[in-house]
T-cell receptor
Framework: AQSVSQHNHHVILSEAASLELGCNYS??????LFWYVQYPGQHLQLLLK??????LVKGIKGFEAEFIKSKFSFNLRKPSVQWSDTAEYFC???????????FGSGTRLSIRP | DAGVIQSPRHEVTEMGQEVTLRCKPI?????LFWYRQTMMRGLELLIY????????DSGMPEDRFSAKMPNASFSTLKIQPSEPRDSAVYFC????????????FGPGTRLTVT
């Protein structure tokens, strides 16, 4: 079955630390990949997306993600986090074969000031 | 564009009452999604519409839940009768491209059933 997995449920970092959040999806043909962020008490907002082309995608607020097709992965990275990055991060995959989008279970990121 | 609009933003009701949540998608978007978010279960897709037609309602918890999309600019999610375990934040989202593209989320409705 098509699925998307985020293995880190809660990540705690200090300010200025580097961040990498894992996202893996199951094979299902052509996919579009997304990372969303949900700040406390707010709705989900798009951070970045990959449809095709350069597998290294730049998003807002200094975030980037790399699509590695052979590993079915789309990990989110940021070289130096800030306290304001405290939020929940969701990976999402849409499968053209199924006409639907699947969200991962989310990773809560806490930044120590 | 004002983005996805949801109403009410907060709803407190007693068990057994009917609850109706409303959503206005972004103009021009042809896909609309209803999600439920709780601490225990995370973000769950309840149902989604494409061109006003329900495509996948497998996430609807039970018959107490129903959703309609009478036209391209309006959708409702109804719970009748409501139960305390329905307490959650309900998000509506819309997109174009048959649901394969970026989804734009509304601010959500926080539902509390006492």
């Amino acid at each position: 079955a098509q699925s998307v997995s985020q293995h880190n449920h809660h990540v705690i970092l200090s300010e200025a630390a580097s961040l990498e959040l894992g996202c893996n999806y199951s094979y299902g043909g052509t996919v579009n990949l997304f990372w969303y962020v949900q700040y406390p008490g707010q709705h989900l907002q798009l951070l970045l997306k990959y449809f095709s082309g350069d597998p290294l995608v730049k998003g807002i607020k200094g975030f980037e993600a790399e699509f590695i097709k052979s590993k079915f992965s789309f990990n989110l990275r940021k070289p130096s986090v800030q306290w304001s990055d405290t939020a929940e991060y969701f990976c999402a995959v849409s499968y053209s074969s199924a006409s639907k989008i699947l969200f991962g279970s989310g990773t809560r990121l806490s930044i120590r000031p | 564009d004002a983005g996805v609009i949801q109403s009410p933003r907060h709803e407190v009701t007693e068990m057994g009452q009917e609850v109706t949540l409303r959503c206005k998608p972004i103009s021009g978007h042809n896909s609309l999604f209803w999600y439920r978010q709780t601490m225990m279960r995370g973000l769950e897709l309840l149902i989604y519409f494409n061109n006003n037609v329900p495509i996948d309602d497998s996430g609807m918890p039970e018959d107490r839940f129903s959703a309609k999309m009478p036209n391209a600019s309006f959708s409702t999610l109804k719970i009748q009768p409501s139960e305390p375990r329905d307490s959650a934040v309900y998000f509506c989202a819309s997109s174009d491209g048959q649901g394969l593209n970026e989804q734009y989320f509304g601010p959500g409705t926080r539902l509390t059933v006492t």
